[in-house]
């Protein structure tokens, strides 16, 4: 059975930095693409950054720049390290997996196969 566990809630004031985690348990994790997603209160749930098996990375334009995302094969983890974050970054993120070895660069939703439970991030001063 697959299990995706985020880290815990997280808040910030404008202009800091913030590191999520993620670990993913039940599959073979370097054999799969995995990603971060992020849902705003009353928006839809959008890419935010994917990384592929070979380690090519897909960022979501309003993540460039400012987001990376990482992953550590030995101890089954992702990771999502957010630089100047601002308050429209607030949202809840999820770390997600699709059965394929790519993203292909399209961080859509619908290409998830599992999705964690989400964590919550707040960007306000």
């Known amino acids: 059975q697959v299990q995706v566990a985020e880290s815990g809630e997280n808040s910030v004031q404008p202009g800091e930095s913030l590191r999520l985690s993620c670990r993913i348990t039940?599959?073979?994790?370097?054999?799969?693409?995995v990603g971060w997603f992020r849902q705003a209160p009353g928006k839809a749930r959008e890419g935010v950054a994917g990384i592929d098996t070979d380690g090519t990375q897909t960022y979501n334009d309003f993540a460039k720049g400012r987001f990376t995302i990482s992953k550590d094969n030995n101890r089954n983890i992702l990771y999502l390290q957010m630089e100047n974050l601002e308050p429209r970054d607030s949202a809840t993120y999820y770390c997600?997996?699709?059965?394929?070895?790519?993203?292909?660069?399209?961080?859509?939703?619908?290409?998830?196969?599992?999705w964690g439970q989400g964590t919550e991030v707040s960007v306000s001063s």
């Open positions: 039940g599959l073979t994790f370097d054999d799969y693409a």
């Open positions: 997600a997996v699709t059965f394929g070895v790519r993203w292909f660069g399209d961080l859509s939703t619908d290409r998830v196969d599992v």
